[in-house]
């Protein structure tokens, strides 16, 4: 476990806590509006907040379960006549090199939407890390305080 810089809860048949190598927090952006504004060109606020995908870099449990686990829950969703009822908050809780939470956020009405592949690799000595990533769409997310 010394390669896990943050857990990942997806409330799904059962919370299951996924060990995550690398967490890019996503971006955040707000539409600016450009406007005439004496005789100049003004930004201001806009009205629309989006927030860029959430990437995450599992590492790979020996039997695949994992990665399992997501690629049911999108052919779920993309089974379901309601997908939006499927959608999940998922929680990411960030650790210190001490293995210590220091921060968690929460991605509100998240879902799979990209699982990259995964290599069998039966070359690679135990020691070396498997990873595979995932991509999510969701709503918004904040920092649990």
């Known amino acids: 476990m010394d390669n896990v810089n943050a857990i ?33 060109m003004a930004a201001f606020a806009g009205e629309t907040i989006t927030y860029d995908p959430l990437n995450l870099d599992f590492l790979a449990d020996e039997d695949g379960n994992a990665r399992d686990d997501l690629m049911e829950w999108m052919v779920e969703i993309q089974n379901s006549n309601k997908p939006h009822s499927l959608y999940k908050d998922i929680t990411v809780q960030i650790l210190n090199r001490n293995k210590r939470p220091i921060k968690t956020y929460v991605f509100v009405g998240a879902h799979v939407t990209d699982i990259e592949q995964y290599t069998f690799d039966y070359t690679v000595v135990d020691t070396d890390v498997q990873l595979f990533s995932a991509m999510f769409a969701y709503q918004y997310y904040y920092r649990v305080k």
Do not use: K
């Not at 299951?16 to 504004?37: E, G, K, T």
């Open 8 to 40: 990942v809860t997806i409330p799904l048949s059962e919370d299951v806590n996924y060990a995550v190598q690398r967490f890019p927090l996503p971006a955040v952006r707000m539409q600016r509006i450009d406007a005439p504004f004496q005789n100049a």
